[in-house]
């Protein structure tokens, strides 16, 4: 169990924190409190973030997007909740090899400082403009569609109603870039009414009175039973690992079992075949001879 220098925090270990208010929730919170948000030294890499000694890795924020900017393989929704600050909520683009930079081998042959037109994808001449180089004769080149996904499941989202003015419920888990806090949508709803959002200002701020201030505080005898309760889930997930590997064991055991019965019963059949083959083999004969071959 950790302490903060500078306050008397105590940070508990991962086991506890099933028992915490916030891990596992969506922790309806304001972006000024996001960038509030700290790391702690023994849980740094780990995507965990304290308000207080509150563990947090879900959050559901309500905002206003104020801006909505596409660089590769991401879009950044920039929300403003009138708390005081904005925060980035990013959306993952899929995945797509042909769609990355240099992956068009017509394109990157030509000089960084060619021009290329958009609509033929092939490079504008110097001593053309590129009006003359449209014609309306030759095929555009087909825009590929973005296509934009979960940041933990990778599921496919549309996001296209997402636009600046649009006032949007959005859960995500937090991230960072360069030391800013950030984001990664996971779930949207567009909200309606003035009602809503009021109703979500109202549960926000009671949640922080009443949970985020007031520092998560565990006994003695509570942080022993989750420890064991913790131990007693380690020892659970060994022995259903060690149950699976033993039926593993087995079901090698029982192919290769099965796979020497089945050599043997085809040794068998071969050898009655050569058996019954045999005589056969020299009616065919003597009929042979008879005819003379």
């Known amino acids: ?66 801006a909505r900017t596409e660089v590769y393989r991401r879009t950044i929704l920039t929300f403003d909740d009138s708390s005081g600050a904005i925060v980035e909520v990013i959306v993952f683009h899929k995945f797509d090899p042909n769609n990355r930079p240099g992956a068009n081998p017509e394109v990157q042959k030509h000089d960084d ?42 599921h496919e989202v549309d996001i296209s109603s997402l636009q600046p003015g649009t006032l949007v419920r959005v859960k995500g888990i937090l991230g960072t870039f360069r030391n800013t806090m950030q984001i990664h949508l996971e779930r949207f709803e567009r909200v309606a009414d003035t009602n809503a959002e009021m109703q979500f200002l109202d ?17 003695d005898d509570e942080i022993e039973s989750l420890r064991q309760a913790a131990e007693r889930g380690d020892e659970k997930v060994l022995e259903e690992k060690r149950r699976a590997e033993r039926r593993a064991r087995k079901r090698v055991e029982r192919e290769e079992k099965d796979a020497r019965a089945i050599a043997r019963r085809y040794e068998r059949e071969e050898r009655a075949r050569e058996r019954q083959l045999g005589p056969l083999r020299e009616d065919g004969q003597s009929v042979m001879r008879k005819f003379g071959f």
């Not at 924190?17 to 702690?40: C, E, M, N, Q, Y």
């Not at 009671?206 to 985020?212: G, K, P, Q, T």
């Open 1 to 66: 169990m950790e302490t903060d220098n500078n306050e008397t925090l105590a940070f508990y270990p991962a086991f506890c924190f099933k028992a915490s208010p916030t891990h596992f929730t969506w922790v309806k919170i304001g972006a000024a409190d996001v960038h509030r948000l700290r790391k702690i030294g023994s849980f740094v890499g780990q995507k965990v973030f304290f308000y207080n000694n509150h563990p947090i890795r879900f959050v559901n924020i309500l905002g206003l997007i104020v």
């Open 113 to 154: 400082q060619s021009q290329i037109n958009i609509f033929t994808g092939k490079p504008i001449d110097a001593d053309q403009t590129p009006w003359s180089a449209f014609s309306v004769t030759e095929r555009p080149m087909q825009l590929r569609k973005t296509v934009h996904v979960t940041a933990t499941d990778q």
């Open 203 to 219: 549960e926000r701020l009671r949640f922080l009175l009443e949970v985020l201030s007031v520092p998560w505080v565990l006994t």
